[in-house]
C-alpha cells in the first residue's frame, strides 16, 4: 500500500516561498490504479517524483509497503527505487548505446541476481510486441516503441509501485493508445500500484481512482 | 540465450565507450599525448645521459684510472703494476698546434705521446706511426684545422723543468718547445680520434705522437707523465696508490741521494733543487728514526758579499745551522772564535777564503745582495745586513756537495761560462773568482742560520736545497743510505709528491648524471603541453558526461546509487586512460625522438654537441605511464565530483549543475576575481614605492592579474544575466552572442584559462631572454669592463704588463701598435672542468682561478648576492677572498649561474678541492657574480691559490683591458702576438653570448613547447566551439526558421567564439606585459611585440577557422530536422 500523508511541497523564490503542494493525504491499495491530471506547472509531476522517492517533500510522510523512503539513507533509497518503484517518463530515456533487450535489463545492474529476470525481460518485450526487436537500437525504433521499452524497463523487477509522467505525451494517437492498454494489461498481470500523470482526460477516465490536481491540493476528478 | 544474457556493469562499460567514441577519441588522444610528453621527457633525460655515457666511453676507451705525475717519471713504473692490471705509460700534454699549409692555430690541444703499447691497451689495431716525426690527428681536430694526411704541424708543447719557474733558478726563457711533426692518418672518433680524459661533450681536439719523440724533443729519454690503467676489478683509487707506493723509487720522485766527499754521510736533495716539505718532513723522520744526526741546508746565490769596501760577486751561500746535526765538524778558524751577534742583526759565518777577500773580521758588518722572484713576475734584487761570527775553514764539510746542481751554472768550466736564468754582470768576475771555480767550484762562501735564509730566500716550492746525514750507525754509507731510503719511501704518499690516481672512468659515469637533468628541465617545458593534453582529456571527458547527463539521471531514477554511478563511469574512464597509456607509450618514442632530434639540431646551443642519440628504458616508460594513468584518473576522478550534485530530477531534465551550486562557483569566483586585484593592486603600489623587488613584485601583480581576469570572466558567465537582450541591429545580435557564452560556462573558462596561461606564460618568458649582441663593456657588467679574456696552452711567468715580460716573451714589443694600450689582469688556474653551461657533464674536479690582489681592490663585475659582512665587503664583495673561515673553509666567487644551475649549491656552500699535497680542501661560496665571464670557474685568491695549489706555475688566464675604440687591426696584432707564445684571445662579449645563447635556447625550447601547448589547447577549445555550436544546433535552426539570415547567424557565432579567444589570449598578454614591465623598462626595450603577434595569430586562425567549420556544419545540416529534434 502507498500511504501519503500531510504532504507538503515548497521551491524557494526571490522573497517569498512558492508552495507547489499543500498537505496532501493520498492512499492507494495494492493492484489499484490512479490517475491524476492538472494544467501544466500545478505540481503533478512534482508529487510523482516526491512518491517515486526521487525527491524529498518539504514536510509529511511518504510511505510505500511500510517503509518511509525518506528516512533511508543513500545508498538503501536506492535500493528500494530499484526493486519497489517502476518509472515511465514522457521522455523515454533510452540509453542509446544499449539494445533494446539491454535497456530493459538496465535496473537489473544493481539488482540481486535473479535467474529468473532475463526471462521475465523476454516475457515483457514479447509482451510489448518487441520480440523481434531485442538487437535493435534506440534509433532504430519509433516513438511508440520507444515508450514500450521504458515500460518494460519499469517493469522489469516487477515493482510494487508504477509512476509514468505524462507516458503518451509525445505519442501520436495510436501509439498512445497501444502504450496505455500494455499499460493496463501490464498492470492487471503484475496486479502492482499504478499512478499515470497525464493531460488526456481521455487516458485519465479509464482509470480505477481519478484525481486532479488544483491549487496545491489533491482531489478526487 | 536468455539465460545467458544478462546486463553486466561491463557490457554497458563497453557499450558506451564504443558509442561515444567520437568524444572518447579525444580523451584518449589527451591522455595519450600527455603520456607521450611525460615519457618522452624522461627519455630526453636519459638519452642526454646515455649520450654524454657513450661520448664517455668513446673518448677514455677501455681506461679506467688514470695516473698523472706533476712531474715525469721512470716508464718502468708502468711496468712494475702487477699484472692484473693492464697498464700503458704514455706522455699527456696540452700544446698549440700550428697547421703549416693554413698557418690556423689551435690552442690547448690534448697531445699524447703513444707506442703500440696504448693500441693494445685499448684493445684496438695499432695504428703506426710512419716515422718518428709522424702525427695522427683525431677527426674532430683535422676537420676544425683542415688538416689533411702528409701536411706539416708545428706543435708547441710546455718544456718539462724540475726547477720551479717561478723560483731564482728556474728558467722562464725556454717554457715552450716545438716540434715539427707531419700529419701520417686522420683517426676517426670510433679509432680513439677524440681520445680525452677530462669528460666535456663538446669538441676534442686530440693529436697522437711518437712517445720517443716527445722524450727526445724534452729532454725526458725514457719516461712519461701518465699511466692509462684498466682491468680493475673495483675502481679503488687507494689500492692504485697503495701499487704506486710499493714499486716507487726515489728517482720517481726526482730524489737522489749521494755520498758526501767525505765519505762520512750522505746528502738528500731534489731534482728542482728545492725539496719540498713533505719530502723533508719525511726525510727528517726517518733520519731520526735511525738514529742519523741530520742537517737542513737551503744553498742559495748572493749576487755579492760586501764588506769594508770591498765586494765578492757572484758566490753561494748557505742557511745552515753549523755546528748542530750534520755540520758539527766544520773547524772555525783562527783564535777570535766566535762572537754573538746583535738581536737585530742576524749572524754570518764567512769561509776563510770570503773573509780574506773581504778583509772582514768577526764583529764586522757583512752585507748579502741576492735576487728574489716575484711571483707577481718580476725579479727584484733585496740586500741583508749580517754581524760576521766567525770564519770557518773552507775544507771539510765545507765543499761543493753543500751546493745544489744548477743547470747552465754547475757544469760550466768557468764562472764566464755560466749561463744562468738570471742577470749575470761578467765584468764583475774577478781573476780570483775564477781562481775559486776552478778550485772549489760552488763551495758557499759563507754560512747563515737556516731560519734566517729560509725567510729570507722564501717561496712556495720548499725551504731546503738538500739536508746532509751523518752516518755514525756503524754500517757503511750505501748500506745507511738503502735503509733510510726505505724508510723515506714508506713515509711518502704518491699523492704529496705530485702522483695522483684519478678514476676517470668512475667519475666520468658520475659526472655523465650531468649537472642539468634535462628530464626535470624537459617535464618543465613541456609543461603546457602535458597541462593542455590533460585538459583536453578533461575537457572531453566532462563533455561526454554532460552528453550524458539525461543517462546518469536514469540510472539514478532506476536505483543506481552515486557511488556505484561513479564506479560506473570512473571504469570507463579507467579503460580510457589504459588505451590512452598505451597509445601514448609508443607516441613517447617519436617524441623524445623529436626531442633528441631538436637537441641535435634546432636546440644544439643548449647541449653543445649534435651527439645526441635516443636511449630509453622500460623503467621510464613505466613511470610516465604510472603518472599519466594517475593524473588521468584523477582528472575523471575530479569530473565526476560532480555527478552526486544534482536531483535525479534534474539531470532527467539535462542539468548537470544545479542553479544553486552555479551560483556559489559564480559568487566564489567574485570573490577570488577581487581579492586577486586587489592584491595585485597593493603589489604594484609596493613595487613601484621600491617596498618590494620590482622584479618579483610586477611579476606576481601580473599573474594576479590573470587570476583575477579569468575568476572575473567565469563569475560573468555563471550569474544570472541582469538585463534582458533587446534593441535590435548588431548591437542587439552582438547582446546574444555575448549571452551565448554563457553556455556551458566551465567548458568557455577552462579553454579561455588554458590559453590566456599558455599566452601568459610564452610572452612572459620573452623578458628572460638576453640579446646576445649588447653586452655590456661597463666596469660593474658581465665582462668586467675587459674587452678580451686571453687564454694560455703554456704557463706565463713573466708580468704582461712590464716591458721586461713582454720583451721576455717576444711579444707586445714596443712598436707594436697594441703595446701602450693593452693592459692585462693575470690569474692563475688550476685546470679543471668547465663549470659553465657550456659543460653538460657535473664538474668532478671544477676548474679553479686565483685572483690577483689588484684585481680584488679594482670593484669590477657586479654581484647578484654575496655573504658581505662589513661596509667594505658590501661595498666590494671581491674582498671576501681575502677570507679564510675559521674551519679552515677558503672564500671563494662563483657566477650565480654556475652556483645554482650547475653546482646546484648556494652561498655558504662548500666545495671540496684536491690540493697539491693530496689533502681536501674546502672552498666557501661567498659572493655569487651576476651574469659574468667567470660561469666557467671558481675564483679564489692568488694568495689562498698558491698555498694549496703551490705547484701551478705561472698565469694561464688574463683579463685584457684595451681602450673602447681600439681598432681592428691592433686587434688583430694582439691576437697574433699572443698566438705565437699560445695565448688564445676571446672577446668577453663572444664569450658571455655563448652562455646567452645557451640560456636564450632553454628559453626558446620552453617556448616552443609552449607554443605546441597553446596550439593544442587552441585546438581543444576550437574543438569545444564546434561542440557548443553543434549542441545549439536545433536552437540555430530556430532562429533560421524565425528569419535570421546566414551571415548574421555566422556573425553571431564568430563573435562569441572569437571573444574567447581574445579574452583568453589577450588577459594572458596584457598581465604578462605587466609582469614583464620593470624588465622592459630598465634594459630600454619595447615590449615583445613580435613574440605577442606570433602567439596570437596562430590562436586567432585555429580558433576562426573552428568556428567557421561550425558554422558550415550548422548550415549544411536540413532544417526541419533540427528543428524536429527541439
Redesign the interface.
Same mark, same amino acid.
Given at each position: 500500500m502507498l500511504e501519503v500523508k500531510n504532504l507538503t511541497k515548497e521551491y524557494p523564490m526571490p522573497g517569498r516561498r512558492l508552495e507547489v503542494l499543500s498537505n496532501i493525504d493520498f492512499t492507494l491499495n495494492d493492484a489499484e490504479s490512479a490517475s491524476i491530471i492538472g494544467p501544466s506547472g500545478s505540481g503533478k509531476?512534482t508529487f510523482l517524483?516526491i512518491v517515486?522517492a526521487?525527491?524529498p517533500p518539504s514536510s509529511g510522510l511518504v510511505r510505500l509497503a511500510g517503509e518511509n523512503p525518506y528516512q533511508m539513507n543513500? %545508498?538503501d533509497?536506492?535500493? &528500494?527505487?530499484?526493486?519497489k518503484i517502476g &518509472?515511465v &517518463?514522457q521522455?523515454h530515456?533510452l540509453?542509446?548505446?544499449?539494445s533494446v533487450?539491454?535497456n530493459v535489463?538496465?535496473?537489473?545492474?544493481?539488482?540481486p541476481p535473479d535467474?529468473s529476470?532475463?526471462?521475465r525481460?523476454?516475457e515483457l518485450l514479447e509482451q510489448v510486441g518487441l520480440k523481434d526487436r531485442i538487437h535493435h537500437k534506440p534509433h532504430e525504433l519509433s516513438g511508440g516503441e520507444k515508450q514500450r521499452v521504458a515500460l518494460a524497463?519499469a517493469l522489469v523487477l516487477q515493482p510494487r509501485l508504477v509512476l509514468c509522467d505524462e507516458p503518451t505525451g509525445n505519442l501520436d494517437t495510436e501509439s498512445a493508445e497501444t502504450v496505455v492498454s500494455l499499460l493496463f494489461d501490464l498492470h492487471k498481470r503484475q496486479k502492482n500500484m499504478l499512478v499515470v500523470v497525464t493531460h488526456n482526460l481521455e487516458i485519465a477516465g479509464r482509470f480505477h481512482r481519478r484525481f486532479k490536481l488544483h491549487r496545491a491540493q489533491l482531489q478526487p476528478a | 540465450m536468455?539465460?545467458v544474457?544478462?546486463? %553486466?556493469?561491463v557490457?554497458?562499460i563497453f557499450?558506451?565507450l564504443?558509442?561515444?567514441w567520437r568524444t572518447n577519441l579525444p580523451v584518449v588522444a589527451g591522455i595519450a599525448i600527455a603520456v607521450a610528453v611525460m615519457t618522452g621527457a624522461l627519455m630526453v633525460g636519459r638519452s642526454v645521459r646515455g649520450s654524454l655515457r657513450d661520448l664517455l666511453f668513446e673518448r677514455i676507451g677501455r681506461t679506467e684510472t688514470v695516473v698523472t705525475a706533476e712531474r715525469f717519471f721512470s716508464q718502468s713504473l708502468a711496468d712494475q703494476i702487477p699484472e692484473v692490471f693492464s697498464s700503458c705509460p704514455i706522455i699527456y700534454l696540452q700544446g698549440t698546434l700550428l697547421h703549416e699549409e693554413s698557418r690556423v692555430r689551435m690552442h690547448r690541444v690534448n697531445v699524447y705521446g703513444i707506442d703500440d703499447r696504448f693500441w693494445k691497451f685499448q684493445g684496438m689495431p695499432a695504428q703506426p706511426f710512419t716515422d718518428d716525426r709522424a702525427a695522427l690527428v683525431g677527426s674532430t681536430l683535422a676537420r676544425q684545422m683542415d688538416i689533411k694526411t702528409g701536411n706539416g704541424l708545428l706543435l708547441q708543447v710546455e718544456t718539462q723543468q724540475s726547477i720551479p719557474r717561478e723560483w731564482l733558478y728556474g728558467r722562464r726563457d725556454d717554457i715552450g718547445k716545438t716540434v715539427r711533426l707531419s700529419c701520417s692518418q686522420i683517426l676517426a672518433p670510433e679509432q680513439l680520434g677524440d681520445f680525452a680524459l677530462r669528460p666535456h661533450q663538446g669538441n676534442v681536439y686530440s693529436l697522437f705522437v711518437p712517445i720517443g719523440r716527445l722524450q727526445k724533443d724534452l729532454n725526458q729519454e725514457s719516461k712519461a707523465n701518465t699511466i692509462l690503467l684498466s682491468g680493475m676489478q673495483e675502481t679503488a683509487t687507494a689500492s692504485v696508490n697503495d701499487i704506486l707506493k710499493k714499486n716507487l723509487s726515489p728517482g720517481d720522485l726526482g730524489l737522489r741521494l749521494k755520498q758526501t766527499p767525505s765519505g762520512k754521510g750522505f746528502l738528500l736533495e731534489s731534482d728542482r733543487i728545492l725539496i719540498e716539505d713533505p719530502v723533508a718532513k719525511a726525510a727528517l723522520e726517518a733520519a731520526g728514526e735511525a738514529g742519523l744526526p741530520a742537517s737542513p741546508i737551503y744553498t742559495y746565490m748572493a749576487n755579492a758579499i760586501r764588506a769594508n769596501g770591498r765586494s765578492i760577486p757572484y758566490s753561494a751561500i748557505a742557511a745552515a745551522d753549523i755546528g748542530n746535526g750534520a755540520l758539527t765538524d766544520i773547524v772555525m778558524k783562527g783564535t777570535t772564535g766566535t762572537v754573538q751577534s746583535d738581536s737585530d742583526i742576524p749572524p754570518i759565518y764567512l769561509t776563510d777564503w770570503a773573509a780574506g777577500d773581504l778583509k772582514a773580521s768577526p764583529g764586522d758588518t757583512v752585507a748579502v745582495e741576492y735576487y728574489i722572484w716575484l711571483e707577481a713576475g718580476n725579479l727584484v734584487t733585496r740586500s741583508e745586513s749580517f754581524r760576521l761570527s766567525g770564519v770557518v775553514a773552507t775544507a771539510g764539510d765545507v765543499n761543493a756537495a753543500l751546493a745544489p746542481e744548477i743547470p747552465g751554472v754547475t757544469e760550466a768550466g768557468s764562472m764566464s761560462d755560466w749561463d744562468p736564468p738570471f742577470p749575470l754582470d761578467l765584468k764583475r768576475i774577478r781573476e780570483k773568482d775564477e781562481s775559486y771555480w776552478d778550485r772549489y767550484r760552488a763551495t758557499p762562501k759563507a754560512f747563515v742560520p737556516l731560519s734566517v735564509g729560509q725567510r729570507l730566500w722564501q717561496n712556495r716550492f720548499g725551504k731546503r736545497t738538500s739536508i746532509l746525514f751523518l752516518n755514525n750507525t756503524g754500517s757503511d754509507v750505501k748500506t745507511a743510505q738503502a735503509t733510510f731510503s726505505r724508510s723515506l719511501l714508506s713515509r711518502l704518499r704518491p699523492e704529496s709528491a705530485g702522483l695522483k690516481a684519478h678514476p676517470v672512468k668512475e667519475s666520468g659515469m658520475t659526472a655523465s648524471h650531468g649537472s642539468t637533468d634535462f628530464a626535470e628541465y624537459f617535464v618543465y617545458f613541456s609543461f603546457f603541453l602535458i597541462v593542455s593534453a590533460i585538459l583536453l582529456a578533461f575537457l572531453f571527458f566532462k563533455l561526454t558526461i554532460e552528453q550524458r547527463v539525461?543517462?546518469i539521471?536514469?540510472? %539514478?531514477?532506476?536505483?543506481?546509487?552515486?557511488?556505484?554511478l561513479r564506479r560506473l563511469f570512473f571504469r570507463e574512464g579507467l579503460v580510457l586512460s589504459l588505451v590512452g597509456c598505451i597509445l601514448g607509450l609508443f607516441l613517447s618514442l617519436g617524441y623524445g625522438w623529436l626531442m633528441v632530434y631538436g637537441l641535435r639540431t634546432w636546440w644544439v646551443d643548449a647541449v653543445g654537441t649534435d651527439r645526441m642519440t635516443l636511449h630509453f628504458s622500460p623503467l621510464d616508460m613505466a613511470f610516465g605511464t604510472a603518472i599519466g594513468l594517475c593524473v588521468s584518473l584523477a582528472t575523471v576522478f575530479w569530473t565526476l565530483r560532480g555527478l552526486k550534485r544534482n536531483?535525479?530530477?534534474a539531470l532527467?531534465s539535462g542539468v548537470l549543475e544545479s542553479v544553486k551550486v552555479q551560483s556559489r562557483r559564480a559568487r566564489t569566483m567574485g570573490i577570488v576575481a577581487i581579492a586577486s586585484t586587489a592584491t595585485a593592486l597593493l603589489l604594484l603600489a609596493a613595487a613601484t614605492l621600491g617596498m618590494v623587488s620590482q622584479l618579483i613584485g610586477f611579476f606576481v601583480a601580473g599573474f594576479l592579474s590573470l587570476v583575477a581576469v579569468l575568476c572575473a570572466a567565469a563569475y560573468y558567465l555563471r550569474r544570472s544575466p541582469a538585463r534582458t537582450i533587446s534593441g535590435t541591429g548588431w548591437p542587439a545580435l552582438i547582446q546574444l552572442g555575448a549571452r551565448n557564452a554563457r553556455h556551458r560556462p566551465g567548458r568557455s573558462v577552462l579553454c579561455a584559462a588554458l590559453i590566456a596561461s599558455a599566452t601568459f606564460i610564452i610572452v612572459s618568458t620573452e623578458a628572460f631572454r638576453r640579446a646576445p649582441d649588447e653586452i655590456s663593456l661597463e666596469p660593474d657588467s658581465g665582462t668586467g669592463g675587459y674587452r678580451f679574456i686571453a687564454e694560455s696552452t703554456l704557463p706565463v711567468v713573466h708580468d704582461l704588463n712590464s716591458t721586461e715580460g713582454r720583451e721576455a716573451l717576444g711579444i707586445l714589443r714596443s712598436q707594436d701598435p697594441a703595446a701602450g694600450t693593452v693592459r692585462f689582469v693575470s690569474f692563475r688556474e688550476r685546470p679543471g672542468d668547465d663549470t659553465s653551461c657550456l659543460n653538460l657533464y657535473t664538474p668532478q674536479e671544477p676548474r679553479i682561478l686565483g685572483a690577483p690582489d689588484s684585481f680584488l681592490r679594482s670593484v669590477r663585475f657586479s654581484f647578484k648576492s654575496s655573504l658581505a659582512s662589513t661596509p667594505e665587503e658590501e661595498e666590494n664583495p671581491w674582498l671576501l677572498l681575502d677570507k679564510v673561515f675559521s674551519d679552515g673553509a677558503i672564500a671563494a666567487i662563483a657566477d650565480a649561474n654556475t652556483i645554482q644551475y650547475i653546482l646546484h649549491l648556494s652561498l655558504g656552500g662548500d666545495i671540496p678541492v684536491q690540493a697539491d699535497d693530496g689533502s681536501t680542501v674546502r672552498l666557501r661560496l661567498a659572493a655569487a657574480l651576476n651574469d659574468s665571464t667567470f660561469q666557467g670557474g671558481i675564483l679564489i685568491s692568488e694568495k689562498n691559490f698558491l698555498r694549496v695549489f703551490p705547484d701551478r706555475e705561472g698565469y694561464r688566464y688574463f683579463l685584457v683591458d684595451t681602450p673602447r675604440d681600439v681598432d681592428a687591426s691592433t686587434v688583430q696584432s694582439l691576437k697574433e702576438n699572443l698566438g705565437y707564445w699560445g695565448i688564445r684571445l676571446e672577446s668577453s662579449g663572444d664569450l658571455l653570448a655563448s652562455y646567452h645563447r645557451v640560456e636564450n635556447t632553454y628559453l626558446s625550447t620552453f617556448q616552443s613547447l609552449g607554443t605546441l601547448g597553446l596550439i593544442l589547447g587552441t585546438f581543444g577549445l576550437a574543438t569545444v566551439l564546434l561542440r557548443n555550436v553543434l549542441e545549439r544546433r536545433s536552437e540555430l535552426a530556430l532562429l533560421r526558421a524565425a528569419g535570421y539570415r546566414r551571415h548574421i547567424l555566422s556573425g553571431i557565432i564568430l563573435f562569441e567564439n572569437i571573444l574567447l579567444l581574445l579574452w583568453g589570449a589577450g588577459s594572458g598578454i596584457v598581465c604578462a606585459l605587466i609582469s614583464i614591465a620593470p624588465v622592459l623598462h630598465s634594459r630600454g626595450e619595447t615590449p615583445p611585440f613580435l613574440m605577442v603577434a606570433m602567439v596570437l595569430i596562430p590562436v586567432l586562425i585555429a580558433g576562426t577557422a573552428a568556428s567557421l567549420v561550425a558554422v558550415i556544419a550548422v548550415f549544411r545540416s536540413p532544417l526541419l530536422p533540427a528543428l524536429r529534434s527541439e
Amino acid at each position: 500500500m502507498l500511504e501519503v500523508k500531510n504532504l507538503t511541497k515548497e521551491y524557494p523564490m526571490p522573497g517569498r516561498r512558492l508552495e507547489v503542494l499543500s498537505n496532501i493525504d493520498f492512499t492507494l491499495n495494492d493492484a489499484e490504479s490512479a490517475s491524476i491530471i492538472g494544467p501544466s506547472g500545478s505540481g503533478k509531476s512534482t508529487f510523482l517524483y516526491i512518491v517515486g522517492a526521487l525527491e524529498p517533500p518539504s514536510s509529511g510522510l511518504v510511505r510505500l509497503a511500510g517503509e518511509n523512503p525518506y528516512q533511508m539513507n543513500e %545508498k538503501d533509497l536506492a535500493a &528500494f527505487r530499484n526493486r519497489k518503484i517502476g &518509472f515511465v &517518463f514522457q521522455d523515454h530515456h533510452l540509453l542509446p548505446q544499449c539494445s533494446v533487450l539491454e535497456n530493459v535489463l538496465i535496473p537489473t545492474l544493481v539488482s540481486p541476481p535473479d535467474d529468473s529476470v532475463p526471462k521475465r525481460a523476454m516475457e515483457l518485450l514479447e509482451q510489448v510486441g518487441l520480440k523481434d526487436r531485442i538487437h535493435h537500437k534506440p534509433h532504430e525504433l519509433s516513438g511508440g516503441e520507444k515508450q514500450r521499452v521504458a515500460l518494460a524497463r519499469a517493469l522489469v523487477l516487477q515493482p510494487r509501485l508504477v509512476l509514468c509522467d505524462e507516458p503518451t505525451g509525445n505519442l501520436d494517437t495510436e501509439s498512445a493508445e497501444t502504450v496505455v492498454s500494455l499499460l493496463f494489461d501490464l498492470h492487471k498481470r503484475q496486479k502492482n500500484m499504478l499512478v499515470v500523470v497525464t493531460h488526456n482526460l481521455e487516458i485519465a477516465g479509464r482509470f480505477h481512482r481519478r484525481f486532479k490536481l488544483h491549487r496545491a491540493q489533491l482531489q478526487p476528478a | 540465450m536468455i539465460e545467458v544474457y544478462t546486463m %553486466k556493469p561491463v557490457r554497458l562499460i563497453f557499450r558506451s565507450l564504443l558509442y561515444y567514441w567520437r568524444t572518447n577519441l579525444p580523451v584518449v588522444a589527451g591522455i595519450a599525448i600527455a603520456v607521450a610528453v611525460m615519457t618522452g621527457a624522461l627519455m630526453v633525460g636519459r638519452s642526454v645521459r646515455g649520450s654524454l655515457r657513450d661520448l664517455l666511453f668513446e673518448r677514455i676507451g677501455r681506461t679506467e684510472t688514470v695516473v698523472t705525475a706533476e712531474r715525469f717519471f721512470s716508464q718502468s713504473l708502468a711496468d712494475q703494476i702487477p699484472e692484473v692490471f693492464s697498464s700503458c705509460p704514455i706522455i699527456y700534454l696540452q700544446g698549440t698546434l700550428l697547421h703549416e699549409e693554413s698557418r690556423v692555430r689551435m690552442h690547448r690541444v690534448n697531445v699524447y705521446g703513444i707506442d703500440d703499447r696504448f693500441w693494445k691497451f685499448q684493445g684496438m689495431p695499432a695504428q703506426p706511426f710512419t716515422d718518428d716525426r709522424a702525427a695522427l690527428v683525431g677527426s674532430t681536430l683535422a676537420r676544425q684545422m683542415d688538416i689533411k694526411t702528409g701536411n706539416g704541424l708545428l706543435l708547441q708543447v710546455e718544456t718539462q723543468q724540475s726547477i720551479p719557474r717561478e723560483w731564482l733558478y728556474g728558467r722562464r726563457d725556454d717554457i715552450g718547445k716545438t716540434v715539427r711533426l707531419s700529419c701520417s692518418q686522420i683517426l676517426a672518433p670510433e679509432q680513439l680520434g677524440d681520445f680525452a680524459l677530462r669528460p666535456h661533450q663538446g669538441n676534442v681536439y686530440s693529436l697522437f705522437v711518437p712517445i720517443g719523440r716527445l722524450q727526445k724533443d724534452l729532454n725526458q729519454e725514457s719516461k712519461a707523465n701518465t699511466i692509462l690503467l684498466s682491468g680493475m676489478q673495483e675502481t679503488a683509487t687507494a689500492s692504485v696508490n697503495d701499487i704506486l707506493k710499493k714499486n716507487l723509487s726515489p728517482g720517481d720522485l726526482g730524489l737522489r741521494l749521494k755520498q758526501t766527499p767525505s765519505g762520512k754521510g750522505f746528502l738528500l736533495e731534489s731534482d728542482r733543487i728545492l725539496i719540498e716539505d713533505p719530502v723533508a718532513k719525511a726525510a727528517l723522520e726517518a733520519a731520526g728514526e735511525a738514529g742519523l744526526p741530520a742537517s737542513p741546508i737551503y744553498t742559495y746565490m748572493a749576487n755579492a758579499i760586501r764588506a769594508n769596501g770591498r765586494s765578492i760577486p757572484y758566490s753561494a751561500i748557505a742557511a745552515a745551522d753549523i755546528g748542530n746535526g750534520a755540520l758539527t765538524d766544520i773547524v772555525m778558524k783562527g783564535t777570535t772564535g766566535t762572537v754573538q751577534s746583535d738581536s737585530d742583526i742576524p749572524p754570518i759565518y764567512l769561509t776563510d777564503w770570503a773573509a780574506g777577500d773581504l778583509k772582514a773580521s768577526p764583529g764586522d758588518t757583512v752585507a748579502v745582495e741576492y735576487y728574489i722572484w716575484l711571483e707577481a713576475g718580476n725579479l727584484v734584487t733585496r740586500s741583508e745586513s749580517f754581524r760576521l761570527s766567525g770564519v770557518v775553514a773552507t775544507a771539510g764539510d765545507v765543499n761543493a756537495a753543500l751546493a745544489p746542481e744548477i743547470p747552465g751554472v754547475t757544469e760550466a768550466g768557468s764562472m764566464s761560462d755560466w749561463d744562468p736564468p738570471f742577470p749575470l754582470d761578467l765584468k764583475r768576475i774577478r781573476e780570483k773568482d775564477e781562481s775559486y771555480w776552478d778550485r772549489y767550484r760552488a763551495t758557499p762562501k759563507a754560512f747563515v742560520p737556516l731560519s734566517v735564509g729560509q725567510r729570507l730566500w722564501q717561496n712556495r716550492f720548499g725551504k731546503r736545497t738538500s739536508i746532509l746525514f751523518l752516518n755514525n750507525t756503524g754500517s757503511d754509507v750505501k748500506t745507511a743510505q738503502a735503509t733510510f731510503s726505505r724508510s723515506l719511501l714508506s713515509r711518502l704518499r704518491p699523492e704529496s709528491a705530485g702522483l695522483k690516481a684519478h678514476p676517470v672512468k668512475e667519475s666520468g659515469m658520475t659526472a655523465s648524471h650531468g649537472s642539468t637533468d634535462f628530464a626535470e628541465y624537459f617535464v618543465y617545458f613541456s609543461f603546457f603541453l602535458i597541462v593542455s593534453a590533460i585538459l583536453l582529456a578533461f575537457l572531453f571527458f566532462k563533455l561526454t558526461i554532460e552528453q550524458r547527463v539525461r543517462e546518469i539521471g536514469l540510472l %539514478k531514477v532506476v536505483g543506481i546509487d552515486s557511488g556505484p554511478l561513479r564506479r560506473l563511469f570512473f571504469r570507463e574512464g579507467l579503460v580510457l586512460s589504459l588505451v590512452g597509456c598505451i597509445l601514448g607509450l609508443f607516441l613517447s618514442l617519436g617524441y623524445g625522438w623529436l626531442m633528441v632530434y631538436g637537441l641535435r639540431t634546432w636546440w644544439v646551443d643548449a647541449v653543445g654537441t649534435d651527439r645526441m642519440t635516443l636511449h630509453f628504458s622500460p623503467l621510464d616508460m613505466a613511470f610516465g605511464t604510472a603518472i599519466g594513468l594517475c593524473v588521468s584518473l584523477a582528472t575523471v576522478f575530479w569530473t565526476l565530483r560532480g555527478l552526486k550534485r544534482n536531483t535525479p530530477r534534474a539531470l532527467l531534465s539535462g542539468v548537470l549543475e544545479s542553479v544553486k551550486v552555479q551560483s556559489r562557483r559564480a559568487r566564489t569566483m567574485g570573490i577570488v576575481a577581487i581579492a586577486s586585484t586587489a592584491t595585485a593592486l597593493l603589489l604594484l603600489a609596493a613595487a613601484t614605492l621600491g617596498m618590494v623587488s620590482q622584479l618579483i613584485g610586477f611579476f606576481v601583480a601580473g599573474f594576479l592579474s590573470l587570476v583575477a581576469v579569468l575568476c572575473a570572466a567565469a563569475y560573468y558567465l555563471r550569474r544570472s544575466p541582469a538585463r534582458t537582450i533587446s534593441g535590435t541591429g548588431w548591437p542587439a545580435l552582438i547582446q546574444l552572442g555575448a549571452r551565448n557564452a554563457r553556455h556551458r560556462p566551465g567548458r568557455s573558462v577552462l579553454c579561455a584559462a588554458l590559453i590566456a596561461s599558455a599566452t601568459f606564460i610564452i610572452v612572459s618568458t620573452e623578458a628572460f631572454r638576453r640579446a646576445p649582441d649588447e653586452i655590456s663593456l661597463e666596469p660593474d657588467s658581465g665582462t668586467g669592463g675587459y674587452r678580451f679574456i686571453a687564454e694560455s696552452t703554456l704557463p706565463v711567468v713573466h708580468d704582461l704588463n712590464s716591458t721586461e715580460g713582454r720583451e721576455a716573451l717576444g711579444i707586445l714589443r714596443s712598436q707594436d701598435p697594441a703595446a701602450g694600450t693593452v693592459r692585462f689582469v693575470s690569474f692563475r688556474e688550476r685546470p679543471g672542468d668547465d663549470t659553465s653551461c657550456l659543460n653538460l657533464y657535473t664538474p668532478q674536479e671544477p676548474r679553479i682561478l686565483g685572483a690577483p690582489d689588484s684585481f680584488l681592490r679594482s670593484v669590477r663585475f657586479s654581484f647578484k648576492s654575496s655573504l658581505a659582512s662589513t661596509p667594505e665587503e658590501e661595498e666590494n664583495p671581491w674582498l671576501l677572498l681575502d677570507k679564510v673561515f675559521s674551519d679552515g673553509a677558503i672564500a671563494a666567487i662563483a657566477d650565480a649561474n654556475t652556483i645554482q644551475y650547475i653546482l646546484h649549491l648556494s652561498l655558504g656552500g662548500d666545495i671540496p678541492v684536491q690540493a697539491d699535497d693530496g689533502s681536501t680542501v674546502r672552498l666557501r661560496l661567498a659572493a655569487a657574480l651576476n651574469d659574468s665571464t667567470f660561469q666557467g670557474g671558481i675564483l679564489i685568491s692568488e694568495k689562498n691559490f698558491l698555498r694549496v695549489f703551490p705547484d701551478r706555475e705561472g698565469y694561464r688566464y688574463f683579463l685584457v683591458d684595451t681602450p673602447r675604440d681600439v681598432d681592428a687591426s691592433t686587434v688583430q696584432s694582439l691576437k697574433e702576438n699572443l698566438g705565437y707564445w699560445g695565448i688564445r684571445l676571446e672577446s668577453s662579449g663572444d664569450l658571455l653570448a655563448s652562455y646567452h645563447r645557451v640560456e636564450n635556447t632553454y628559453l626558446s625550447t620552453f617556448q616552443s613547447l609552449g607554443t605546441l601547448g597553446l596550439i593544442l589547447g587552441t585546438f581543444g577549445l576550437a574543438t569545444v566551439l564546434l561542440r557548443n555550436v553543434l549542441e545549439r544546433r536545433s536552437e540555430l535552426a530556430l532562429l533560421r526558421a524565425a528569419g535570421y539570415r546566414r551571415h548574421i547567424l555566422s556573425g553571431i557565432i564568430l563573435f562569441e567564439n572569437i571573444l574567447l579567444l581574445l579574452w583568453g589570449a589577450g588577459s594572458g598578454i596584457v598581465c604578462a606585459l605587466i609582469s614583464i614591465a620593470p624588465v622592459l623598462h630598465s634594459r630600454g626595450e619595447t615590449p615583445p611585440f613580435l613574440m605577442v603577434a606570433m602567439v596570437l595569430i596562430p590562436v586567432l586562425i585555429a580558433g576562426t577557422a573552428a568556428s567557421l567549420v561550425a558554422v558550415i556544419a550548422v548550415f549544411r545540416s536540413p532544417l526541419l530536422p533540427a528543428l524536429r529534434s527541439e
